[in-house]
């Protein structure tokens, strides 16, 4: 069964420090998102993208964070300069067939990201 | 905008039944039922998208009221498996983004 896949499933960063985060969607969906969840809290939306650029993005996704989707498989989330408050389990999904809308988010497995 | 989750928290013994429920302030296009268990990621449950809408099966099935702003998720019979957080996932129109919005999450622990 195709599966969203994300790399690493655990970062370690100093504060200051980029990240780059890493998912390959499922090959045929057109839509991506990238969502994060503070430990014990919701899972909250950040950004989306679509026909290779950002479609919705969210208060949360200021200057710090860009998405790109540098090749056919890959879509990666950079957070420029990390702060403490960045620590979260951050989920790659993607999502939508090319003849049927609106069908349901696949979720990767998610990144822990760690600020120290 | 985020819709609202209640209850919080659900305690059940095996074979109990719960509803959760998710509450937007406006008509919503759909709402997208996800179940997540500790550490992992959330699991697409169902998609309603229509008005008056009950889908699902016999066990765990959910409704979209009339005016498309509650949406109900009913487990029937509960399960230990049935343990984890619930969440409902809102998309407030047909846009190309398919900015699906959370609510806080409904905690469902189901004991022997």
């Known amino acids: 069964e195709p599966e969203v896949t994300q790399t690493p499933s655990h970062q370690v960063t100093q504060m200051g420090q980029e990240v780059i985060l890493r998912c390959v969607p499922i090959?045929?969906?057109?839509?991506f998102y990238w969502y994060r969840q503070i430990l014990g809290q919701k899972v909250e939306f950040l950004v989306s993208f679509y026909n290779n650029e950002i479609s919705e993005k969210s208060e949360i996704f200021d200057d710090q964070f860009s998405v790109e989707r540098p090749d056919g498989s890959n879509f990666t989330l950079k957070i420029r300069s990390t702060k403490l408050e960045d620590s979260a389990m951050y989920f790659c999904?993607?999502?939508?067939?090319?003849?049927?809308?609106?069908?349901?988010?696949?979720f990767g497995q998610g990144t822990r990201l760690t600020v120290v | 905008q985020q819709p609202v989750q209640s209850p919080q928290a659900v305690i059940l013994r095996e074979g109990e039944d719960a509803v959760i429920n998710c509450s937007s302030s406006?008509?919503?296009?759909?709402v997208h039922w996800y179940r997540q268990k500790h550490g992992e990621a959330p699991v697409f449950l169902m998609i309603?998208?229509?008005?008056?809408e009950q889908k699902g099966h016999e066990k765990i099935s959910a409704s979209f009221n009339e005016k498309k702003q509650q949406s109900s998720l009913y487990l029937t019979a509960s399960q230990l498996s049935y343990s984890g957080t619930y969440f409902c996932g809102t998309l407030e129109r047909d846009n190309a983004g398919n900015m699906l919005t959370f609510g806080g999450g409904t905690r469902l622990m189901v004991k022997p």
């Open positions: 309603l998208l229509k008005g008056g």
């Open positions: 406006k008509a919503l296009y759909s």
């Open positions: 090959s045929n969906h057109l839509y």
């Open positions: 999904a993607s999502s939508g067939l090319r003849d049927r809308m609106n069908t349901e988010a696949f």
